[in-house]
C-alpha cells in the first residue's frame, strides 16, 4: 500500500460528516454558534486517578465544551458522550474551517437538546486523542508521550473522569446522560456507577456488555495496526504512525457500521478507473473504504484506536456487580434505548435485551437502511425521540 | 505478530473440519473408500484455455477426483464445486491420515449423492492451489511460479476447464451441477455457459452476482495481504509467503462465514490466559480467529487468495449478456437454490431474488444458527434437500 500517505482524497463527498451536517436541514433552530475546546486537570498527585487496570494517573486533562447555562441547582445538566472516534466537539462550529459537531442537529436553542433550557457538557473520553489524557499525551515520569504504555482502563475510568468534570463545573445531577455505540456504554455505566447523580439516559445501538462478533470485529482490526511495521510496538514517533494498518482497521470497522443493503444501494458493483491508489481492485466500494482510512489516519492514533477498543471490548455493565439482569433491574432511572434494525454490530436483539431487564425503560426504533451509523445520520428521528424522553425526565 | 509461524495450534478442536466429519453420524451409509487425486491437462498450445480476461494458457493441469461410476450413455455425471478455499477432495478418505472429504457425509453409495447411480466429478477450480493450474504452478515460460503474474480469470474460466475435464472423461450430459458460495456460482455459470450441457442445477448461499458488501470483505482481506511486507509485491518464495497478512485475511473472512448469535453462543465474552501467539486481547473469539488464520496459512497461497477472490467479485451471471432478471429466466433448468437465514455474507434476500427470476426454481431453506458456513454444517438437512432435487431431476 505503498503511496497511501500521499494518496489524494478523491472523494470528498463521500460520508464526510461536516459535509452530511452542512447539508442537513434540521439546523433550522437555532446553533450554538462558534464554540471552544476547554480543558481541564481533574486529577493531582494527592489525589490521582486510579483505573480499574490498576494504574495510577497523576493528571488528566479532559477537553470538553458546554452550551447552554448551568441552572442555580445545578440540575439542568445534560452529558452527550461520544463513540470510538468522536471528541468533544458534539455541536457548533468550531475552528477556522467552522467544522459543525458531531450532533450539531440535536443540540442548540430550540434544537432536540434544547440549550435554552439545558447545560449541555461534551468531552472528549479518558485515553482520547482530541485534548484529554491518553496514548498521546505526554507521560509527566519520561517527558514521552505514553503510547503503548498507557495504562489500560475501561468504560468505568472514563464515568469517573466526567464525574469529576461535572463536579468542577458544578453539576449536581444530571438530567440525562446520552450517548450512541461507546457512547451508549457510557450512559449505562453512569447509570451503574453514579445512580445517584443521574436521573435518567438513553443508550442508542448498543448492548449491556460487548459481543464475541464485536470483540472479533476489534480484533482484526487491532491486528491490522499491529501487522504494520510502522506500528513498532506502538512506539512510533507521531509524524510516522502506522498509516496502512489503521487505515486498514476503519476500512473493516466501516463495513460493520453500515449495512449490506445500504452500501448495495450506494455502491453496487460500481467501478472506478484505477488511480494510483494502490488498491487491489477497482470497484468503487474498494475506494470507499480505502477513503474512510485514510480520513481517519489524518485525524486519529493508532495507540488510541488500540486502547478505545480494548475499553469497548471489556465492557461489561456486571462485571463485578453480580447477575447481568440484576444489575439492569437494579437501574431504576427512566431510561430509553434506541436502535436501529438494520445494524448488524450491534443488533436489535442486544437493545431487546436492555429494555426487558431495564424496570423503567422503553424501547425506540430508528428506522434507518444504514446500520449501526444510522445514529450519526437519522437526525429527524433521534431529534424527536430525544424532545419526547428529555420532556418526560423529570415529570 | 512476532513468532506466528512457529506457534503451536493450541484449539484442534475448534472447527477442525476433518473432526467435525469424524464425529458426524451422516456417514452411516457408504463410504467411497479410500481415493486417489487425478491429474489430466485440459490445454495444448494448439488448443489453449483463452481466459475472459485476455490471458492464454497453453497448459492447463486440472486436479481430480471422481465417485462411482459413468453409465453407458455418458447421462448419469453430477459435479460438486468448491468454495474459496476448497480443493477436489469431497468426498471419500485421502492420503496417509485419511481426510476425508469436504462434503464426505452427502457423497457415497446410498448417500444423498449417491454414487451407486452418479458418476461424481469434483476439481479443484482453475486459479486454485490444489493441483490444478494457479498461481502457484510453474510458468512454462519462465520455469517459476506465475505469482502475481498469474493472468486473471474468472468464474466463466473455471466453467470452461471443467467442461473440457468432463468431455475427457466422457461425460455427455451433466445430470446436476452442486456447489455452494463459490461454488454455487460456479454452478449457476454452468447453467449459463454451458445450458444444454448441463440438466440441472443446485446453488447454495450465493447471490447473482458478488455484492458491494462482499466484494468489500473481500477487499479489506486482500489489503491485510498486501500490507504484509512479506507479501513482496506477490513475489515471495514459496517457504516465505506473507503468513500474517493471510492469517488476517482469514480471521476477517472467518467473522463473515459465521454470525452473531453463533459466535455468542460458542465463545461469549469467554478468556483464556495469554500466552506466545501474539494475540491483542485474551479473549477465546481472538484465539479462536488466530487459530483459523494459523490453520489456513499452513494449507493455502496468498496469490491463490487473491485471485480467487478478484475472481468471485467479479461475478455476475448477466456480465455481457443482458439484464440479470432476463438472463436468469432464460436459464429454465431445473433448480434448488438454498439459502441459510444467518448467512450475513450472503442473505437469503439473494437467493430470493434468484428464485424469483429462475423459471423453474424452487427454494430451500437451511435452518441453521452458524451463518455463511452452515453449507459446510449442517449435512442433514442438505442430505435430505439434495436426495428428493436429485431424484426430480429426469421425472
Not at 458522550?81 to 442548540?108: E, F, K, N
Not at 471490548?313 to 439492569?328: F, I, K, M, S, T
Request: net charge negative; charged share 25%.
Amino acid at each position: 500500500m505503498k503511496g497511501e500517505r500521499g494518496r489524494r482524497l478523491v472523494h470528498e463527498t463521500w460520508g464526510d460528516h461536516a459535509a452530511l451536517l452542512a447539508r442537513s436541514d434540521h439546523s433550522r433552530d437555532g446553533s450554538v454558534g462558534l464554540v471552544q475546546a476547554k480543558v481541564i486537570d481533574v486529577a493531582t498527585p494527592a489525589d490521582p486517578l486510579r483505573l480499574v487496570g490498576g494504574g495510577v494517573l497523576p493528571h488528566v486533562a479532559v477537553a470538553y465544551e458546554t452550551y447552554g447555562e448551568l441552572d442555580a441547582a445545578g440540575r439542568n445538566a445534560v452529558l452527550v458522550c461520544h463513540a470510538l472516534t468522536g471528541s468533544a466537539h458534539a455541536a457548533g462550529r468550531l475552528g477556522p474551517r467552522d467544522v459543525p459537531g458531531w450532533w450539531d442537529p440535536l443540540i442548540g436553542p430550540g434544537k432536540a437538546i434544547d440549550t435554552a433550557s439545558h447545560f449541555v457538557v461534551s468531552a472528549n473520553v479518558l485515553g482520547g486523542c482530541y485534548g484529554t489524557t491518553g496514548p498521546t499525551s505526554l507521560d509527566p515520569e519520561t517527558g514521552r508521550p505514553y503510547g503503548p504504555d498507557f495504562p489500560a482502563f475501561g468504560v468505568r475510568d472514563m464515568v469517573e473522569v466526567q464525574r469529576r468534570l461535572l463536579e468542577a463545573l458544578g453539576v449536581r445531577s444530571l438530567k440525562a446522560v446520552i450517548g450512541g455505540s461507546m457512547g451508549g456504554m457510557q450512559a449505562l455505566e453512569w447509570a451503574a456507577t453514579c445512580p445517584d447523580l443521574v436521573r435518567s439516559f438513553v443508550a442508542i445501538a448498543v448492548g449491556a456488555r460487548h459481543s464475541a462478533w464485536a470483540i472479533g470485529l476489534n480484533e482484526v482490526a487491532r491486528r491490522a495496526i499491529m501487522a504494520d511495521p510502522r506500528w513498532a510496538g506502538g512506539r512510533y514517533a507521531a509524524t510516522d504512525q502506522p498509516e496502512t494498518g489503521l487505515g486498514l482497521a476503519r476500512a473493516i470497522a466501516m463495513l460493520s457500521y453500515r449495512s449490506f443493503d445500504s452500501l448495495e444501494a450506494r455502491f453496487g458493483r460500481e467501478r472506478r478507473a484505477l488511480g494510483d491508489e494502490g488498491l487491489s481492485s477497482s470497484f468503487e466500494i474498494a475506494s470507499y473504504l480505502d477513503y474512510h482510512g485514510v480520513k481517519l489516519v489524518r485525524r486519529f492514533d493508532a495507540n488510541t484506536y488500540i486502547a478505545l477498543t480494548r475499553a469497548m471490548d471489556d465492557y461489561d455493565v456486571a462485571e463485578g456487580r453480580g447477575r447481568l439482569d440484576e444489575v439492569l433491574g437494579a437501574l431504576r432511572h427512566k431510561a430509553l434505548v434506541m436502535g436501529i434494525p438494520s445494524d448488524v454490530l450491534y443488533p436489535e436483539a442486544e437493545q431487546h435485551r436492555l429494555v426487558e431487564a431495564l424496570p423503567n425503560a422503553r424501547y425506540a426504533r430508528l428506522a434507518s437502511p444504514h446500520g449501526h451509523d444510522g445514529f450519526l445520520i437519522e437526525f429527524a428521528q433521534l431529534a424527536a425521540h430525544l424532545r419526547r424522553f428529555l420532556a418526560e425526565v423529570d415529570a
